[in-house]
């Protein structure tokens, strides 16, 4: 019964371009509720649990989703009084159901079929990673497919062929750990709090590319990535000159690492964008807030006479306006309402 009404609901808004999306997120560390309209947004509401996690040096999935059941009622609020608007003003509900967390992931899940089923409204699930894509249609309203996208997060690292909102190929990925998960690990050798990223990009402020360190794939034909050789090189530099009883000099460290993973994201995605002949590249993912990477996109697409675009900073990171996009994006290419019985899927593949 649900489905049948909230199907014929949406049949009668599908192609408004203003329709009212309200969005949930809740994959990792961050409880997010946005309110959009069309490519606007009317709310954007985001409890983060970092300083929760800190203590641990990352995030606990249990204390994440304790943390969500807290949190998420009071997002939803919050964002419908910033929007100054009511449930019965929205169109559409959305939420994240894969790639993260699996309890964290059940949380929003649990909390939309909910919303979804007492107040008949269809509901959108959303892929996690297209909604660090489709943040930037948000973020950048000229931008539309086709174009070449880094993804860059904690989880993942890819680049992908964006053919249009519905389509994506993925034409590299990493082979072991995720560009964040290497920034993560690296600041814990270098005394650095979580998350990683961050404090890396601000320890190797005035740093130097002193020291050496190996590039993967090098001279390889691929467009595929590999850090866990430069994680493991950064570590073992550090434990060679602790044994040796010299000093690190911790803002080279820090640089030489950042230096070397960034110019390898941007080498591979230019290339591709140029092999591809693909003449607008993006950026998606927290890792894309950071501000080496950000510039030496910037530049190389310069050279190359390419388009570039990324978020703000604040949209980098996980929030519910990625999601509320994706799920309208998603809708203009055919996606259709999903049933009460959807379940959260932590290993959700980016293509998905």
Not at 81 to 99: C, F, P, Q, R, S
Not at 225 to 247: C, D, L, P, R, W
Not at 310 to 331: E, G, R
């Amino acid at each position: 019964m649900y489905y049948d009404i909230a199907l014929e609901k949406f049949e009668k808004i599908k192609d408004k371009e203003d329709k009212v999306i309200l969005a949930i997120e809740s994959s990792c560390d961050e409880t997010a509720c946005a309110i959009t309209r069309g490519k606007d947004v009317l709310a954007n509401i985001i409890a983060s649990q970092i300083d929760i996690h800190k203590r641990f040096g990352g995030v606990v999935p249990e204390i994440a989703s304790r943390n969500h059941i807290m949190a998420i009622q009071n997002c939803v609020d919050e964002a419908l009084k910033e929007a100054g608007m009511t449930l019965d003003d929205i169109d559409v509900l959305a939420v994240t159901y894969g790639a993260g967390l699996l309890g964290a992931l059940l949380v929003g899940v649990s909390y939309m079929k909910a919303l979804a089923f007492a107040t008949q409204k269809p509901l959108i699930a959303v892929n996690h990673i297209k909604g660090h894509i489709a943040v930037n249609y948000i973020a950048n309203k000229e931008l539309k497919p086709p174009f070449i996208c880094l993804i860059a997060s904690g989880g993942h690292t890819a680049i992908a062929h964006v053919k249009s909102y519905g389509e994506m190929e993925i034409l590299g990925t990493t082979q072991d750990d995720a560009c964040g998960e290497a920034f993560d690990k690296v600041a814990r050798v270098l005394g650095l709090e979580y998350p990683g990223g961050p404090q890396i990009q601000a320890l190797a402020e005035g740093g130097k590319a002193t020291i050496d360190i190996p590039t993967p794939y090098k001279d390889v034909d691929t467009y595929d990535f590999s850090f866990s050789g430069i994680k493991t090189a950064v570590i073992n530099y550090a434990h060679k000159m602790e044994q040796k009883g010299e000093e690190i000099n911790r803002k080279d460290l820090a640089f030489s690492f950042q230096d070397k993973v960034t110019s390898i994201m941007v080498n591979n995605t230019i290339r591709c964008a140029c092999e591809k002949k693909i003449d607008t590249v993006v950026i998606a993912g927290g890792v894309g807030s950071n501000k080496a990477l950000r510039e030496k996109m910037a530049l190389e697409a310069k050279k190359h006479h390419l388009n570039v675009f990324y978020p703000p900073i604040k949209l980098c990171t996980d929030n519910a306006v990625m999601i509320a996009s994706q799920a309208y994006h998603s809708i203009i290419a055919g996606a259709k309402p999903v049933d009460i019985d959807l379940d959260a899927d932590a290993n959700v593949r980016i293509t998905d």
